[in-house]
């Protein structure tokens, strides 16, 4: 099962243009991480926030975090055609004794057209 | 290029049969992770080793089953194969065994079962 719900499933944006993606988890987490997938090739990370951080830049890109409401956003602004790919969110459990069951939403398709 | 590297990527075979996944993993990284990705159950982990050992499992069917060997590379064999096994298998690596950082992923192995 998911842990996490990315909204909207898919994004079409101009060039230039912000592109903000969602997601919401269930469970309560100690950080969640965003990844990009260009179509049928592996995930890439973009940027990790942890569970005591709202928010955090990296480039063109912003996520917040907001654990009271168990959601966080992706904000990548000034879009470029090269950012049309697949975007996650990726929470994982505290398990006991260790372990990372990293699980992924189901992702945002965006589409950057010129 | 994430480092972690998998064969074969492309891999066609019929129902019923075996077929066995490869990963090595990042130098020196001692986590290794599977996940299947299809169009209908989206990113599924499956399990993760840490070292040599067991540390983490998701959704792993029975017909299906990892291990990580002493040199750090890992293998997913999948037995008696059914259709709904065409998926794209990725694996990824990363330098912890628990919650705490980003995970490395490879280009994926694309399983056709015809």
């Known amino acids: 099962s998911q842990q996490g719900e990315e909204d909207p499933q898919a994004l079409s944006i101009q060039e230039g243009e912000n592109a903000t993606m969602n997601c919401s988890y269930k469970t309560s987490i100690n950080n969640l991480q965003w990844y990009r997938q260009n179509s049928g090739r592996g995930l890439v990370h973009l940027i990790l926030i942890r569970s005591n951080e709202r928010e955090k830049h990296s480039g063109r890109l912003r996520v917040t975090l907001d654990t009271s409401k168990k959601s966080s956003s992706l904000l990548i602004t000034a879009s470029r055609a090269a950012d049309t790919a697949s975007y996650f969110c990726a929470t994982g459990p505290e398990l006991t004794g260790g372990g990372n069951k990293l699980t992924f939403g189901t992702g945002t398709q965006l589409k950057v057209e010129l | 290029d994430s480092g972690v590297t998998q064969t074969p990527k492309h891999l066609i075979t019929a129902t019923g049969q075996r077929v066995t996944l490869r990963c090595s993993p990042r130098s020196g990284d001692l986590s290794v992770y599977w996940y299947q990705q299809s169009l209908d159950q989206g990113l599924q982990f499956l399990i993760q080793?840490?070292?040599?050992?067991?540390?983490a499992k998701g959704n792993i069917l029975e017909r299906f089953s990892a291990q990580q060997f002493p040199d750090l590379h890992s293998e997913l064999n999948l037995s008696s194969l059914e259709l709904g096994d065409s998926a794209l298998y990725f694996c990824?690596?990363?330098?912890?065994?628990?919650?705490?950082?980003?995970?490395?992923f490879g280009e994926g192995s694309r399983l056709t079962v015809l």
């Open positions: 990824a690596s990363s330098d912890h065994g628990s919650n705490t950082g980003e995970l490395f």
């Open positions: 080793y840490y070292n040599g050992e067991e540390r």
